[in-house]
T-cell receptor
């Protein structure tokens, strides 16, 4: 079946611009996670959705980062006033429920110039 | 919060040899430990996982062992093949925060020489 998909695969933007990253989870998966991966590092947790609600946003680095999942399926990660330090691969994962196996998408590679 | 340490950072083996990667975790409440394989330019791929009520799990050439007392778990790959070359990450979850978020190790770059 279809896995987790993410768009765009690559995004280049200028410092100060706004970006949106999209995640389509596996059909039927109620849990959705966003992670950020810097070069040579393991993924770092950003935010977790159970259904439509953000159950844990403790990993968001600051208030420039925001994510939504209005219908409990597709999620969008939004970054305002991008900074060069935001450059990383943004990964999305979904699972059947909290604590279940997580399956990752291919990621969006964000480069802030 | 939870902290996961992974060793070694790089590992080079000859084709056919075994490879072992080790991880330690800090939160004794953690109860789920997956392993991911990540190839260049791709997302992490789940290869095996283990829960705290089990001490060992095997899937063909891959096995994972868990020692809850020592708070460490290991990935064992036997009869390595060149296509096993990738970065491997361990992770832990289910700790005090209990939201299912994964805390990852720093990764191990495995090179299998033909």
């Amino acid at each position: 079946g279809a896995g987790v998909s993410q768009t765009p695969s690559n995004k280049v933007t200028e410092k100060g611009k706004y970006v949106e990253l999209r995640c389509d989870p596996i059909s039927g998966h109620t849990a959705l996670y966003w992670y950020r991966q810097s070069l040579g590092q393991g993924p770092e947790f950003l935010i977790y959705f159970q259904g439509t609600g953000a159950a844990d946003d403790s990993g968001l680095p600051n208030d420039r980062f925001f994510a939504v999942r209005p219908e409990g399926s597709v999620s969008t990660l939004k970054i305002q006033r991008t900074e060069r330090g935001d450059s990383a691969v943004y990964l999305c994962a979904s699972s059947r429920g909290q604590g279940e196996a997580q399956y990752f998408g291919p990621g969006t590679r964000l480069l802030v110039l | 919060g939870e902290n996961v340490e992974q060793h070694p950072s790089t590992l080079s083996v000859q084709e056919g040899d075994s490879a072992v990667i080790k991880c330690t975790y800090s939160d004794s409440a953690s109860n789920y430990f997956p392993w991911y394989k990540q190839e260049l330019g791709k997302g992490p791929q789940l290869i095996i996982d283990i829960r705290s009520n089990v001490g060992e799990k095997k899937d063909q050439r891959i096995a994972v062992t868990l020692n809850k007392t020592a708070k460490h778990f290991s990935l064992h790959i036997t009869e390595t093949q060149p296509e096993d070359s990738a970065v491997y990450f361990c992770a832990a979850s289910g700790g005090s925060s209990n939201t299912g978020k994964l805390i990852f190790g720093q990764g191990t770059t495995l090179q299998v020489k033909p």
